[in-house]
């Protein structure tokens, strides 16, 4: 089934989609947060050029997915921005997403990503635990919908 499952980079021609895919599912379990409109509107400004990196999924041709690495330091990024359409669910995309990240931070030589999430998403703090994600200290005032904070150590 993932053999049409493509990773791309971003590109300006695609920089709405992180915006269409964050919002859908933010607005189905939360609400959107005044730094995730500035974030998922002027993404090349609020991640590209502050030294992070957004990844799409491709599924048949269409943009179903995706993932960010946002820079916090020279060897600590944040993994966010993740999500998945609704309607592609149920094909791996999300595993698909995160084995690219973890892959690449290790090509870039990241030394730790963290995460922050929060525990009604049983299945996205589910796959982060399998990759060996452990929950650490939540700062506050970094996300309102964020209710626990993860990290994994690269190389």
Same mark, same amino acid.
């Given at each position: 089934?993932? !053999?049409?499952?493509?990773?791309? =980079?971003?590109? =300006? =021609?695609?920089?709405?989609?992180?915006?269409?895919? /964050?919002? !859908?599912?933010?607005?189905?379990? @939360?609400?959107?947060?005044?730094? *995730?409109?500035?974030? $998922?509107? /002027?993404? #090349? &400004?609020?991640?590209? *050029?502050?030294?992070?990196?957004? @990844?799409?999924? #491709? $599924?048949?041709? &269409?943009?179903?997915?995706?993932?960010?690495?946002?820079?916090?330091? *020279?060897?600590?990024? !944040?993994?966010?921005?993740?999500?998945?359409?609704? %309607?592609?669910?149920?094909?791996?995309?999300?595993?698909?997403? $995160?084995?690219?990240?973890?892959? @690449?931070?290790?090509?870039?030589?990241?030394?730790?990503?963290?995460?922050?999430?929060?525990?009604?998403?049983?299945?996205?703090?589910?796959?982060? #635990?399998?990759?060996? @994600?452990?929950?650490? &200290? $939540?700062? %506050?005032?970094?996300? !309102?919908?964020?209710?626990?904070?993860? %990290? %994994? *150590?690269?190389?």
């Amino acid at each position: 089934m993932n !053999e049409s499952i493509e990773i791309v =980079d971003f590109t =300006d =021609d695609l920089k709405d989609a992180i915006k269409t895919l /964050n919002y !859908e599912w933010l607005e189905k379990y @939360f609400h959107i947060e005044e730094g *995730d409109r500035k974030s $998922l509107s /002027n993404p #090349r &400004e609020e991640i590209i *050029d502050k030294g992070g990196y957004i @990844f799409y999924a #491709r $599924l048949n041709n &269409e943009i179903v997915g995706t993932a960010s690495l946002i820079k916090k330091s *020279d060897t600590n990024f !944040e993994l966010g921005k993740m999500a998945v359409t609704q %309607k592609a669910q149920g094909h791996g995309i999300g595993k698909i997403l $995160l084995e690219h990240c973890l892959h @690449f931070a290790q090509q870039k030589q990241i030394k730790t990503l963290t995460l922050y999430s929060n525990t009604i998403l049983q299945s996205a703090i589910h796959l982060y #635990r399998k990759y060996g @994600f452990v929950e650490i &200290e $939540l700062e %506050k005032g970094v996300y !309102e919908r964020g209710n626990i904070k993860m %990290k %994994k *150590d690269i190389v």
